[in-house]
């Protein structure tokens, strides 16, 4: 069974950072693509960031230099850096995992306010 769990949200001043993860289970992760998505209240979830099996990256317009994808294989975790955050990043962030099937976490809220 797969499963995806996000942590690393929280409530973060505009300029500050966060580091999202994301733990993935049941799966054989190297051969995953891995994304990053976020929901906005009233918005569309949006990709954010992915994250190739081999390593490449590509990002949404909005975060594209102020946010880093990574990820450790050997830990089976994505990772999501998030710098000068402003609050129009405020969103719940979702993991994706993608490999022969589409999987999603529960999400993890990140608020963006003085």
């Known amino acids: 069974q797969v499963q995806l769990v996000e942590s690393g949200g929280g409530l973060v001043q505009p300029g500050g950072s966060l580091r999202l993860s994301c733990v993935a289970s049941?799966?054989?992760?190297?051969?995953?693509?891995m994304a990053w998505y976020r929901q906005a209240p009233g918005k569309q979830r949006e990709l954010v960031a992915l994250i190739s099996s081999g390593g490449s990256t590509n990002y949404g317009d909005s975060v594209k230099g102020r946010f880093t994808i990574s990820r450790d294989n050997a830990k089976n975790t994505v990772y999501l850096q998030m710098n000068n955050l402003k609050p129009e990043d405020t969103a719940v962030y979702y993991c994706?995992?993608?490999?022969?099937?589409?999987?999603w976490g529960q999400g993890t809220q990140v608020t963006v306010s003085s």
């Open positions: 994706n995992g993608n490999y022969y099937g589409s999987y």
């Open positions: 049941g799966v054989i992760f190297r051969s995953y693509e």
